[in-house]
């Protein structure tokens, strides 16, 4: 039985939505780290997973980054 795959996007990217009370908090940044972590727990409970980007500070389109998920059983 082939593996189950699940794609991941983690929105915005680059330094995006800072907060207005801690400047050094970008919802971007969070949301990046937070992708890498439910991408080593899937992968850990024998999902493949890929995400939508490479790299944090490259930007895709909403189109793309939605396209990347075909094929796969769960766009998160």
Known sequence: MAKKKICID?????K??????V????ESDMVWK???MQKEI????GFEVIL???N???DRGLYDR???????VLFI
Do not use: D, F, I, W
């Open 10 to 14: 983690a929105g915005h990217y680059g």
């Open 16 to 21: 995006y939505n800072r907060s207005p009370v």
């Open 23 to 26: 400047p050094e908090y970008y």
């Open 34 to 36: 937070l992708h890498m």
């Open 42 to 45: 899937l992968e850990s409970y």
């Open 52 to 54: 939508t980007r490479s």
């Open 56 to 58: 944090q500070a490259t």
């Open 66 to 72: 939605g396209y990347a998920a075909k094929g796969c």
